[in-house]
């Protein structure tokens, strides 16, 4: 019998706050799930367990129709770790397309600010509020042995165990449901091919402007802080009111930088969204885009134009938006040096952070690109023989809009 997977997504500083009471309620759900079952569970919760990094995409994605649950325990901290929301933003994304949307389960550990609001400003914390969650704020303080504490496990585990059973079934009606050998089943509300190419033409010059606004800004961001980095070295060398110089130039970077943090976490969002409109039938695009080509061969020459374009889009937000973990990293150390500083500080790396995750989109696109049958060389396709080789982001926008 092959086992069952479980996703337990937390953050090791919260973890050890905890007394390592997150992850042995990982292990206490997991033990209650088989014993529930009889079946064994592979439960993934330390990342050193599957080399976390890329390889923990390719064992999800590859392995999402034998996973049992995915749990993202929720905390202010996990919303706040780049790692988490990409873990959670990535198995949602995926899960929602292959139709097993019930087998997350948000845990609420602690309040999170804004999760409860009726429009959410974080794009993750929107993207949580579209499932059910489980409220543990209370029983994190009753005692291990207690029975209230038993009695929240073994809830829990219930419930995963009847969205498994549950899903088990509608997975067996739709086996019975396939059409026999040498039969075709249509689903005539499906958007087709040319319903997917024409939404995108609206969807991709949206990216592209986002895209162009978001690059001004993490530009200016960047010669406001080198220009601030220079006059604090001034300060340095002058041996004067150094404490007070420094303030100084702290308070003069808040005031520089609110209007272009604001604007990235804003633009950081919409472009979010815009992909989440657009990965769907992206997707659907490049998984079919052989079929199409089978069925009509002249399609070739404009599928291999779209990949292109794909290419271009995904290579602009890896250039334009790479740059923006660097800037992560060179924030938080300084986050904390005034009370000035601190909030704006806070907000850009929210943005930034937002926008980490979502070169990740554009990322598997180019690997379904990649393993597709459809090969385009030969067309000579994004090497210099056509308008679509290497166009600009602005380019890309009025060749999608045209």
């Given at each position: 019998?092959?086992?069952?997977?479980?996703?337990?997504?937390?953050?090791h500083?919260?973890?050890?706050?905890?007394?390592?009471?997150?992850?042995?309620?990982?292990?206490?759900?997991?033990?209650?799930f088989?014993?529930?079952?009889?079946?064994?569970?592979?439960?993934?919760?330390?990342?050193?367990?599957?080399?976390?990094?890329?390889?923990?995409?390719?064992?999800?994605?590859?392995?999402?129709?034998?996973?049992?649950?995915?749990?993202?325990?929720?905390?202010?901290?996990?919303?706040?770790s780049?790692?988490?929301?990409?873990?959670?933003?990535?198995?949602?994304?995926?899960?929602?397309?292959?139709?097993?949307?019930?087998?997350?389960?948000?845990?609420?550990?602690?309040?999170?600010?804004?999760?409860?609001?009726?429009?959410?400003?974080?794009?993750?914390?929107?993207?949580?509020?579209?499932?059910?969650?489980?409220?543990?704020?209370?029983?994190?303080?009753?005692?291990?042995?207690?029975?209230?504490?038993?009695?929240?496990?073994?809830?829990?585990?219930?419930?995963?165990?009847?969205?498994?059973?549950?899903?088990?079934?509608?997975?067996?009606?739709?086996?019975?449901?396939?059409?026999?050998?040498?039969?075709?089943?249509?689903?005539?509300?499906?958007?087709?091919?040319?319903?997917?190419?024409?939404?995108?033409?609206?969807?991709?010059?949206?990216?592209?402007?986002?895209?162009?606004?978001?690059?001004?800004?993490?530009?200016?961001?960047?010669?406001i802080?080198?220009?601030?980095?220079?006059?604090?070295?001034?300060s340095?060398?002058?041996?004067?009111?150094?404490?007070?110089?420094?303030?100084?130039?702290?308070?003069?970077?808040?005031?520089?930088?609110t209007?272009?943090?604001?604007?990235?976490?804003v633009?950081?969002?919409?472009?979010?969204?815009?992909l989440?409109?657009?990965?769907?039938?992206?997707?659907?695009?490049?998984?079919?885009?052989?079929?199409?080509?089978?069925?009509?061969?002249?399609?070739?020459?404009?599928?291999?134009?779209?990949?292109?374009?794909?290419?271009?889009?995904?290579?602009n937000?890896?250039?334009?938006?790479?740059?923006?973990?660097?800037?992560?990293?060179?924030?938080?150390?300084?986050?904390?040096?005034?009370?000035?500083?601190r909030?704006?500080?806070?907000?850009?790396?929210?943005?930034?952070?937002?926008?980490?995750?979502?070169?990740?989109?554009?990322?598997?696109?180019?690997?379904?690109?990649?393993?597709?049958?459809?090969?385009?060389?030969?067309?000579?396709?994004?090497?210099?023989?056509?308008?679509?080789?290497?166009?600009?982001?602005?380019?890309?926008?009025?060749?999608?809009?045209?």
């Amino acid at each position: 019998m092959l086992s069952q997977k479980g996703f337990w997504s937390y953050v090791h500083a919260d973890d050890e706050a905890e007394g390592e009471r997150i992850s042995r309620l990982a292990r206490d759900v997991a033990n209650q799930f088989e014993m529930l079952t009889g079946e064994p569970l592979e439960v993934f919760l330390d990342r050193d367990a599957i080399r976390w990094g890329e390889d923990w995409r390719d064992r999800i994605d590859s392995s999402l129709t034998s996973v049992a649950f995915f749990i993202p325990v929720m905390t202010p901290r996990y919303f706040m770790s780049s790692e988490c929301r990409r873990e959670f933003q990535f198995f949602a994304r995926r899960a929602v397309q292959l139709g097993i949307k019930d087998l997350i389960l948000p845990l609420l550990y602690v309040d999170v600010p804004g999760i409860q609001a009726e429009f959410p400003s974080d794009e993750i914390m929107l993207l949580v509020r579209s499932f059910q969650w489980e409220d543990w704020r209370e029983l994190r303080f009753a005692d291990l042995t207690s029975e209230g504490y038993r009695r929240g496990v073994a809830r829990l585990a219930a419930h995963l165990v009847e969205v498994n059973r549950r899903m088990e079934k509608a997975d067996m009606m739709v086996a019975v449901e396939q059409p026999k050998q040498g039969e075709s089943k249509i689903d005539e509300e499906a958007p087709g091919f040319l319903d997917h190419m024409a939404a995108l033409e609206e969807a991709l010059p949206k990216l592209a402007e986002v895209m162009n606004a978001i690059n001004g800004d993490i530009e200016a961001v960047g010669q406001i802080m080198q220009k601030a980095t220079a006059e604090l070295h001034h300060s340095n060398r002058s041996g004067k009111n150094l404490a007070a110089s420094r303030l100084l130039s702290a308070r003069k970077v808040a005031r520089r930088i609110t209007e272009p943090a604001e604007r990235i976490w804003v633009s950081a969002n919409a472009l979010v969204s815009h992909l989440h409109e657009a990965n769907l039938g992206i997707c659907a695009i490049i998984e079919h885009a052989a079929d199409e080509v089978d069925r009509n061969p002249e399609a070739k020459n404009e599928v291999c134009e779209f990949f292109n374009v794909i290419r271009v889009l995904s290579e602009n937000a890896n250039i334009g938006l790479g740059s923006a973990q660097g800037m992560i990293d060179a924030i938080r150390p300084i986050e904390g040096m005034s009370r000035d500083l601190r909030p704006i500080l806070r907000r850009l790396r929210q943005g930034l952070t937002i926008l980490v995750e979502a070169t990740e989109v554009s990322d598997e696109w180019i690997k379904l690109i990649e393993v597709s049958p459809v090969r385009c060389e030969d067309l000579n396709v994004g090497s210099g023989g056509n308008r679509l080789s290497n166009p600009s982001t602005a380019e890309l926008s009025a060749q999608s809009a045209g």
